[in-house]
């Protein structure tokens, strides 16, 4: 029957699908170098000519040859685009990638044409032209602090680095580190972390089985545990990754849990890295904005964040590192001294124009017009969020972050992404890209302009509702 013709072509379409996905990072490791013999016949002479192609004696790292996949969110945008050459008059809507899609706000852009302006002028170039300070502007990280710590911390400006946002810091901070740390995240988590610690050297293999690198310990993240995991599997990690809210399932860590959070790295002697790049979307008042708000976090935590989900700066690169004066290494020496020595070698600073595009966010004007940004985002997941949940399915996150995370009851969730694009040409992310423990779900963004939410919604309404 049709029906059964159908579901073996999607079963089969999932399974090349995986396949690709995992194919992409295949690679043999200590190969000698192959030779490839070239003729041509070249029109002067006509007489012809072999020429001798080898490889270098440079051996590939071995770190990046443990990577099990290209990172998700490019693959997940190749299978996106071979989907549109098969079925060029289908309309795709993306739930996928966290990329927001609304206009930056007037006043914001009216700060960076100013900039931009301004460095057309000798008085404007001299003042923000050239290289800039690699922590960033003065002006911009006293606005930082006054903006989102100093009504609820302690943190100062000087413990501030601007950079050109968080995705590029946990690399850095990577480096910072060295290899051959113990690592430990949470399940599912931003792949970012996982992936910058392979290619460090963190991890010593993958086990197919669990899917799952050796030396890194998942900390599992589920609806049991209120989506804050048991911290015991981390007592011997030397840096832990924690997002709040989280991505991809939305969940914001309660005061309670961040306490908790803080005594085990303090008891432990770890660092946590504590990403923050969703937190304007927090509108619980027992869900802290920054770690900072945690007595002792100073002793233990470095803090990321970014303009990239708060002002549509995904593009424009700009965000911001906060590493405490009061956190030390295992021999008293300073995280921070490192890190400024870091970002002064490997960091010329970012975007003046970025950097004005800051400032005009932190005026009055610029935050009025990021909470109502952020207010639209926020609609469009409570949109998502109703949808599913008449549907029949059991949901989390959405009220506190952009994310909607979906129950798809135990099913593959790549299987899950290739059944919603087949038949509703709309593209969400498998759960199981963020980690083993998200398979059975799927993250659906908030990122999208109001049209395209609500067609989304009747499509999936239509294909899905149980």
Known sequence: SWRTWYGLRLRTTAS??????????????GARPALARRTTAPASSGRRTSVIVAATKVARNPNMAKLQAGYLFPEINRIK?????????????????????EPIPAPIVAGMVDSASGLGTLEG??????????????????????????ATTSIVADELFVSDGSKCDISRLQMMFGGGRNIAVQDPSYPAYVDSSVMTGQTNGFDDATKQYGNIAYLACNAENSFFPDLAPAKKSDIIFFCSPNN?????????????????????????????????????PDCPRTIYEIEGADECCIETCSFSKYAGFTGLRLGWTVVPDKLKFADGSSVRADWSRLMSTSFNGASNVAQAGGMACLSDEGMAAMTDLVAFYKENAAILKKTFEEMGYTTYGGTDAPYVWVSFDGRDSWEVFTEILQKCDIVVTPGSGFGPAGDG??????????????????????????
């Open 16 to 29: 090349f699908v995986r396949t690709m996905f995992a194919m992409s990072a295949s690679s043999f490791v």
């Open 81 to 101: 685009n071979a989907h549109l050459a098969a079925n060029p008059d289908a309309k795709i809507i993306s739930l996928g990638i966290g990329d927001t899609t």
């Open 125 to 150: 170039y001299g003042q923000f032209g050239g290289y800039g300070a690699e922590a960033g502007q003065g002006r911009l990280r006293e606005k930082l602090i006054e903006r989102f710590y100093k």
């Open 441 to 466: 779900f799927i993250r659906a963004s908030a990122f999208g302009h109001r049209d395209n939410i609500l067609e989304a919604a009747e499509r999936l309404k239509k294909a899905f509702t149980k």
């Open 248 to 284: 991809p399932t939305g969940a914001a860590a309660t005061r309670a849990q961040l306490e908790e959070l803080v005594a085990h790295a303090k008891e432990t002697g770890s660092i946590v890295v504590y990403d923050a790049a969703y937190s304007i979307y927090i509108s619980d």
